[in-house]
T-cell receptor, first 114, second 110 residues
Framework: EAGVAQSPRYKIIEKRQSVAFWCNPISGHATLYWYQQILGQGPKLLIQFQNNGVVDDSQLPKDRFSAERLKGVDSTLKIQPAKLEDSAVYLC????????????FGPGTRLTVT | GQSLEQPSEVTAVEGAIVQINCTYQ??????LSWYQQHDGGAPTFLSYNALDGLEETGRFSSFLSRSDSYGYLLLQELQMKDSASYFCAVNSGGYQKVTFGTGTKLQVIP
């Protein structure tokens, strides 16, 4: 069974530029999550999708971050414009359903904003 | 909102047993999960407790007390490869939003 795929793995941009991350969850997983993990901290949930609908985006900085999940499968997360404090690893995870606790994480995208 | 507390660092000897505690405050609690993350890697799922008691999976066990808002991860027969960060996470709310703790960095020494 293929795992959660993410691209790119690394990205370096200057502040005020834009960037997009892509995630392909495990086939059949209805729930998809985007997390931001700053070095030395736990993952922070940015947005949670159930199929292609948003069920939680309370911690998403909506003035600069946006995300979509088309057809309930792949998802993209965009930052525009980026700030220095956005430097972090962006993790995508999926689960069969919201219930049960077990999430499968992709390898993440390490973003550096200079 | 949700809050979780766990020790920031723990050091233990290879072959020994270590317990990592987690206390939480949340509304609409469903369950407590544990994840392992090696440096530079992604979190991997270890266990999930929805009910009080102990769940055992090989060398790892996880415990939950809902009345005390407390849980722990127990690692037995420690191996060097167990050196990693361990996160507790609560599932809460209608769609079981997951909130992670700040993590415990475990160092296993010879």
């Amino acid at each position: 069974e293929a795992g959660v795929a993410q691209s790119p793995r690394y990205k370096i941009i200057e502040k005020r530029q834009s960037v997009a991350f892509w995630c392909n969850p495990i086939s059949g997983h209805a729930t998809l999550y985007w997390y931001q993990q700053i070095l030395g901290q736990g993952p922070k949930l940015l947005i949670q999708f159930q199929n292609n609908g948003v069920v939680d985006d309370s911690q998403l900085p909506k003035d600069r971050f946006s995300a979509e999940r088309l057809k309930g499968v792949d998802s993209t997360l965009k930052i525009q414009p980026a700030k220095l404090e956005d430097s972090a690893v962006y993790l995508c995870a999926s689960s069969l359903a919201a219930r049960g606790g077990e999430q499968y994480f992709g390898p993440g995208t390490r973003l550096t904003v200079t | 909102g949700q809050s979780l507390e766990q020790p920031s660092e723990v050091t233990a000897v290879e072959g020994a047993i270590v317990q990592i505690n987690c206390t939480y405050q949340t509304s609409g609690f469903y369950g407590l999960s544990w994840y392992q993350q090696h440096d530079g890697g992604a979190p991997t799922f270890l266990s999930y407790n929805a009910l009080d008691g102990l769940e055992e999976t090989g060398r790892f066990s996880s415990f939950l007390s809902r009345s005390d808002s407390y849980g722990y991860l127990l690692l037995q027969e420690l191996q060097m490869k167990d050196s990693a960060s361990y996160f507790c996470a609560v599932n809460s709310g209608g769609y079981q939003k997951v909130t992670f703790g700040t993590g415990t960095k475990l160092q296993v020494i010879p």
